[in-house]
């Protein structure tokens, strides 16, 4: 693996963690998540947050990967959310993401999460192998319903 730096996510980065969320997220498969500035800065503002960019040292410093993460998850204010992950394509395959979930995880842990949670998409399954892997295991299972109406059935992503 290059030389990659796992450091807390530095603001100036964020622009680049935008544009990485957006060539990699596909958001249409779940609609009620939305990829933003808001969505990002949730995750950084928060007290206790486990936010981590991976930076590529021989490549002056470019963002090879991230993670979002922070305590509080619904009513659950000692649990863990590592709500979004995301690795540089031409990074995959060398474990970066692995180390990224460790890191975020950990984190998490110090400021006392009692349990971390996330959810993958049901066909995501290099997603859920990587979770799995991290000793996360299925828990609730939710099913989006989706009603088509006349004047949005020529708008509708196709969500089956």
């Not at 590592?82 to 990074?91: F, G, S």
């Not at 971390?116 to 066909?123: F, G, I, K, L």
């Amino acid at each position: 693996m290059p030389d990659i730096d796992l450091v807390p996510l530095p603001v100036e980065r964020v622009v680049d963690v935008l544009g990485l969320g957006h060539s990699v997220f596909d958001t249409s498969l779940k609609p009620y998540t939305s990829w933003s500035l808001s969505a990002v800065a949730h995750h950084l503002d928060a007290i206790d947050s486990s936010c981590w960019a991976a930076l590529d040292r021989a490549a002056e410093g470019r963002l090879a990967g991230f993670v979002l993460g922070s305590m509080g998850f619904d009513q659950r204010a000692d649990w863990g959310n590592l709500e979004w992950i995301a690795t540089d394509p031409a990074y995959r395959g060398q474990g970066l993401a692995h180390r990224l979930v460790e890191r975020c995880c950990e984190q998490l842990v110090k400021a006392g999460a009692t349990a971390v949670v996330t959810d993958v998409e049901s066909r995501n399954t290099a997603s859920a192998t990587l979770m799995r892997g991290h000793g996360f295991r299925e828990g609730a299972t939710v099913t989006l319903f989706v009603r088509d109406t006349p004047q949005a059935a020529t708008h509708a992503p196709d969500l089956h």
